[in-house]
């Protein structure tokens, strides 16, 4: 590390020692890697006192869930512990709505101060995504002695209803300060000399102790193309990215610079190309063809993803949806004729609790059976089970060839295209880009006007909810 550091280190550090603690990071810092050690030591340290540990993992989305379920057990089983420390450590994770049983609607759940929820440890990845309300009810339904871990990345977009918890939460981040008692305690615990992050100390720094950022990306080195572009976006350097796009130090990238018409400042009519678009999920519609497992359908879907700023308009959601409909009937893989049938991918747009479904859970329609004609639409639940569905009591949802970055939030893919608006926008900010950006593992390709992008990486998303000036001003340790 730069300073000497290893924050992984401090973050397991600093959660082992409080009933609090954030740990945020952008992708590929190894916060699930972090998570999983730190889950270890408490499981020892209940053993060692003789004391059982209920742990609890969960995410405010199905997909997020689902990818959290999927990292946690994959991290366990290489953990150099004893199995018994293993299995004690969950591998199933549970949206937030399904943790505190939301029998009755969003307003109102199961879990709540005066039934709080059975556990010790609760850890929740995506907190970027939460809301204020939600995040609220979470806390009225922990029992008293519980011990929060919140895990997300401070600078993906905020939530899409009221407030921006992990963005107040982590105010500061970049440059912590300790009390004293707290800087000897890190020294003893990781034989670091902590001494420098006492100067600047003042007690309304109190939270500094519960946060921890972990800075160095083992996904994307820093020189890769969606490395370069993500932290040009993340620091607003217009120069920089655009540095990037034009001249990209590898195959990473693309940018596909649509502009406007100098004489009209309108967009040329071909302003996306559908064809090239719809090529990445050939794939998809040969596993369709073959009739493939459930399972390999999903996972070969969430290897491609086309990704819009916005949902209306020629370069919205729904246009881009609806040309990628049109594209895959004509290449005979769809028939407009029929409302159902193999292949089709839609997202839940409202929870359905009835049906065990929650806004953005994404369904595939394939038949019941490999010799059936009846149809059913699959959902790959967050225990990584599968859920199949008929369609007709499916009421609220969307095609899901092309999602809004919003809805991508939790997911990652190994190739994103990301396609900007034509005209600017107060919802085009930095965040956004640099959301859609790190979707991506392995390309990334950008669809937009140089004005747009501009634009964008220049607007930062300000939200003032006063859970920020309220932490500031509570100076007790």
């Known amino acids: 590390m730069a300073d000497g550091v290893d924050w992984q280190k401090v973050a397991v550090a600093s959660a082992a020692a409080q009933d609090f603690s954030i740990i945020s990071g952008g992708p590929g810092t190894g916060k699930t890697t972090t998570v999983i050690k730190l889950l270890a030591l408490l499981v020892q340290q209940a053993n060692f006192d003789n004391q059982s540990m209920t742990i609890k993992l969960t995410a405010p989305t199905g997909k ?3 990818r ?3 990292s946690i057990s994959n991290a366990k089983h290489s953990l150099p512990v004893d199995q018994s420390i293993k299995d004690a450590i969950p591998e199933r994770a549970s949206t937030l709505h399904r943790l505190l049983g939301a029998n009755f ?3 109102e759940f199961k879990f709540n101060a005066q039934n709080p929820l059975h556990l010790d440890v609760l850890l929740v990845d995506e907190v970027s995504m939460v809301d204020l309300p939600m995040m609220a009810k979470l806390i009225d339904a922990l029992p008293a002695h519980a011990r929060l871990i919140l895990l997300g990345d401070k600078d993906q977009l905020a939530s899409v209803e009221a407030g921006g918890v992990l963005g107040d939460l982590t105010a500061g981040i970049e440059n912590l300060s300790f009390s004293p008692s707290w800087t ?3 020294t003893d615990m990781l034989d670091n000399d902590f001494s420098s992050y006492t100067q600047s100390f003042t007690k309304d720094k109190w939270i500094g102790q519960h946060l921890t950022l972990l800075r160095k990306s083992y996904r994307f080195d820093g020189r890769s193309g969606i490395g370069l572009l993500a932290s040009a976006v993340n620091k607003g350097s217009e120069k920089q990215a655009l540095k990037t796009l034009y001249n ?11 502009e406007l018409s100098q004489e009209s400042k309108q967009m ?7 064809e090239l678009l ?4 050939a794939d998809y519609w040969q596993g369709v063809r073959s009739n493939l497992s459930i399972d390999l359908l999903f996972s070969l879907f969430s290897s491609y993803q086309v990704l819009c700023a916005v949902r209306q308009g020629e370069l919205g959601v729904e246009s881009i949806n609806e040309g990628l409909r049109q594209y895959f009937y004509q290449r005979g893989y769809l028939n407009l004729d029929q409302v159902w049938e193999p292949g089709k991918a839609i997202m839940i747009r409202r929870n359905d609790t009835s049906l065990g479904l929650f806004n953005g859970d994404i369904g595939i329609c394939m038949p019941e059976s490999p010799d059936s004609n009846r149809m059913r639409v699959w959902f790959q639940l967050s225990d990584g089970s599968i859920k199949g569905i008929l369609p007709s009591r499916l009421s609220e949802y969307e095609l899901v060839y092309a999602m809004t970055v919003h809805k991508s939030q939790g997911s990652e893919f190994d190739r994103v295209v990301l396609v900007l608006p034509e005209k600017t926008g107060p919802v085009l900010t930095k965040e956004l880009l640099y959301t859609g950006i790190t979707r991506a593992k392995q390309h990334f390709s950008l669809w937009g006007s140089e004005m747009v992008l501009r634009h ?3 607007n930062k998303v300000i939200r003032l909810s006063g859970l920020q000036s309220k932490i500031w001003s509570n100076s007790e340790q």
């Open 456 to 458: 964008a990486i220049s």
């Open 68 to 70: 959290l379920t999927e």
């Open 268 to 274: 040329p009519n071909e302003k996306i190309d559908i």
């Open 248 to 258: 990209p130090p590898d195959n990473s990238i693309a940018w596909h610079s649509v």
């Open 278 to 281: 719809g090529k990445g999920y």
């Open 105 to 107: 609607g969003r307003s």
């Open 184 to 186: 000897n305690y890190l």
């Open 64 to 66: 997020a869930a689902a």
